[in-house]
């Protein structure tokens, strides 16, 4: 990291508190979006399969929300990005942590943090929702195996068909 003296620091704009304050708005959602994935795993886990569909329809909701937020966040670094006459792609939140005025750098620095922890945690989490998901369904299908006897299908063309079985001899059954 440069010294403090190299780094260039840009001017005070009035986008600067709205923007800090939607990133605490947006990463607020993403700490409620964690606890719905903890809460779909814990459906998961505990096979409460009935449930999961509300669960999910919840953490779209909150993803909804993000999006929505995303929007209004992207206006806001627009605005910046026109002040200090900069592409509004150049205003990641690495570089607000180190190029805007005091006192907003640390508190997009404390946001950065914030975010990269809590997107870690929504990975490991989504990961092993995904696991528990996989292995339920194959529970699920394992069970519904169990319980036809009769191994018929459909075809194509809507009739029933059964798949062709050799006949037994007394040899193989002994």
Avoid: C
């Avoid at 003296?5 to 800090?20: F, G, Q």
């Avoid at 990641?92 to 508190?107: D, M, N, S, V, W």
């Amino acid at each position: 990291m440069a010294d403090r003296e190299d780094v260039r620091t840009h001017p005070a704009s009035r986008a600067l508190p709205d923007l800090v304050t939607q990133l605490g708005r947006q990463r607020q959602l993403v700490e409620y979006l964690l606890f719905k994935l903890l809460e779909a795993q814990l459906l998961l886990a505990s096979d409460q399969a009935m449930f999961v569909p509300f669960a999910m329809a919840e953490i779209e909701s909150v993803l909804g929300r993000i999006r929505e937020e995303e929007e209004y966040r992207e206006e806001l670094l627009s605005e910046l990005a026109e002040e200090w006459e900069m592409p509004p792609g150049d205003l990641k939140l690495a570089y607000l942590a180190e190029h805007a005025p005091e006192p907003h750098r640390t508190a997009f620095a404390e946001h950065r943090e914030s975010f990269m922890s809590l997107v870690d945690q929504v990975e490991k989490v989504t990961r092993d929702n995904r696991r528990l998901a996989t292995e339920g369904l194959s529970r699920v299908q394992a069970a519904l195996s169990g319980l036809v006897d009769d191994p018929s299908t459909y075809s194509p063309d809507g009739r029933v068909e059964r798949p062709i079985t050799r006949p037994v001899t007394h040899d193989q059954v002994v």
